[in-house]
């Protein structure tokens, strides 16, 4: 990631977790080595400090100034009695628009929220959902688990503000394996406006992982099955 002066964030998954800050040079300035049980994703706000999801108790994203140290942290958490549970319903996807605003859904809650780049919460927004939910009796209860995909894939917003949300039309199956197969119907993408209003669905045939938008450039990673970068162009109607 790079922030508001050109610096450039690694982030280092191997060992115990470290985020490597770059110039525009490539001269590394500084290290910042992350709290024990993070879990990766990161941001960097307008004022270059790390936001990251810590293993935390109390907050679902802590800020980190250049010294590594929990200077804020926010966000809400869902809790279980099941700890693997709470982490699961926790996880997230996220987003920066221009203006360092947060955006995050979660993987398998029907909940977007957009925070401002110093944490404070700015709109919650769900949407009608076309599915319903299965329950299923373990024999072992300490093996229950909620798996992946759930219902939000991805987030990213325009330069108009709007929120596009890549969902889930189905849960992943057998047949998604087959890494040939390079268009799909498990996903669609879910389009608010600016206020968080609905605005519809698009029809979307492709398998993904990362989409961003830059201008009225619409990129779209598929790194399973088609091994390569779609480019769409936003045209207003």
Not at 32 to 53: E, K, T
Not at 97 to 116: R, T, V
Request: neutral net charge; glycine residues 8%; charged residues 30%.
């Amino acid at each position: 990631r790079i922030d508001s002066e050109g610096k450039l964030y690694v982030f280092q998954w191997a060992g115990s977790g470290s985020i490597n800050v770059l110039d525009n040079r490539g001269t590394e300035l500084y290290r910042l080595r992350l709290h024990p049980g993070g879990y990766g994703q990161f941001l960097v706000s307008a004022d270059g400090n790390i936001m990251y999801r810590a293993k935390s108790d109390t907050a679902l994203i802590s800020i980190l100034d250049n010294q590594g140290k929990i200077s804020k942290q926010f966000g809400k958490l869902r809790y279980y009695d099941d700890g693997a549970m709470t982490n699961v319903v926790n996880s997230f996807y996220s987003f920066q628009d221009k203006d360092y605003n947060i955006y995050i859904i979660y993987k398998i809650q029907n909940l977007i929220e957009k925070y401002s780049n110093d944490g404070r919460l700015i709109m919650q927004i769900d949407r009608p959902i076309d599915g319903h939910i299965l329950e299923k009796d373990e024999s072992n209860s300490s093996s229950r688990h909620v798996a992946p995909p759930g219902i939000s894939k991805r987030i990213a917003v325009d330069g108009k503000e709007r929120i596009w949300v890549l969902t889930h039309k189905r849960q992943y199956s057998d047949i998604d394996k087959d890494e040939s197969r390079t268009s799909s119907d498990l996903y669609e993408m879910h389009l608010f406006d600016k206020e968080g209003v609905f605005s519809g669905v698009l029809n979307f045939d492709k398998f993904g992982i990362l989409m961003r938008i830059y201008g009225d450039k619409f990129f779209f990673i598929d790194e399973t099955h088609g091994m390569c970068v779609y480019e769409y162009k936003i045209v207003e109607k």
